[in-house]
């Protein structure tokens, strides 16, 4: 994919209210929208609990009864399951190593730098078919 990743406000407010309430955790959700040859569009977020086993400060983890919540939703709305957000808190929006480990190709990765609970960075990812680079995509918050 090489389009433009547009983030409409509503959908906005939900990742950066997730992001910073549940600081110093990470928050995670889905992000949902529309797709066409030269940019996707997000409408709407889905804030889902960060089911991780391991510290929450550091990681995040999605059951997978919480994916087909979610792959139910995108369908009852007409709407596609883009991707997932998540935060780091206190740390650079890049991939981290466990984002590396459980990358899902063609799903794109927003990642949200907050930094004492304000936001200071917003980036999206795209894993490459090898799963060995995680490409920056061009992101437009509007
Ligand atoms: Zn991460």
Redesign the pocket.
């Given at each position: 994919m090489d389009s433009t990743l547009i983030v409409e406000p509503a959908a906005w407010l939900v990742i950066a209210e997730s992001s910073k309430s549940a600081f110093p955790e990470e928050c995670c959700g889905f992000i949902f929208g529309r797709m066409s040859a030269d940019q996707t569009k997000v409408v709407t977020a889905m804030t889902v609990s960060n089911a991780t086993a391991a510290d929450k400060n550091d990681y995040f983890a999605i059951s997978p009864a919480t994916y087909t919540e979610a792959e139910s939703y995108a369908e009852d709305n007409q709407l596609e399951l883009i991707g997932i957000y998540?935060s780091?808190p206190n740390q650079i929006a890049l991939?981290?190593i466990?984002?590396y480990q459980f990358a899902l190709p063609d799903f794109l990765y927003l990642?949200v730098s907050v930094i004492e609970t304000e936001i200071e960075d917003v980036r999206a990812w795209l894993i490459d078919e090898e799963y060995d680079r995680f490409n920056e995509q061009r992101l437009q918050l509007v």
């Open positions: 998540h780091h991939p981290s466990s984002d990642i």
